[in-house]
């Protein structure tokens, strides 16, 4: 049972980080597209703080060590 839910966090970890990077990444070309005022990346914008907040808690329990 450990080791599945162990094997379980893991994916879930990868899976935020790579949606993390890619809202990232969508941000970053439309703001230099000048699109900081759509609401796609007000929407990008809402969820990178939604990310970055998991992953602020993987951080204080000193499970992930990403900046």
């Given at each position: 049972?450990?080791?599945?839910?162990?094997?379980?966090?893991?994916?879930?970890?990868?899976?935020?980080?790579?949606?993390y990077?890619?809202?990232?990444?969508?941000?970053?070309?439309?703001?230099?597209e000048?699109?900081?005022?759509?609401?796609t990346?007000?929407?990008?914008?809402?969820?990178?703080?939604?990310?970055?907040?998991?992953?602020?808690?993987?951080?204080?329990?000193?499970?992930?060590?990403?900046?």
């Amino acid at each position: 049972m450990d080791e599945k839910r162990l094997i379980a966090f893991e994916d879930m970890l990868k899976a935020i980080l790579s949606q993390y990077d890619s809202t990232v990444e969508k941000m970053a070309k439309l703001k230099a597209e000048g699109k900081e005022k759509t609401v796609t990346y007000r929407q990008l914008f809402a969820n990178k703080l939604r990310l970055q907040a998991m992953l602020s808690y993987y951080r204080t329990y000193g499970l992930i060590y990403r900046e």
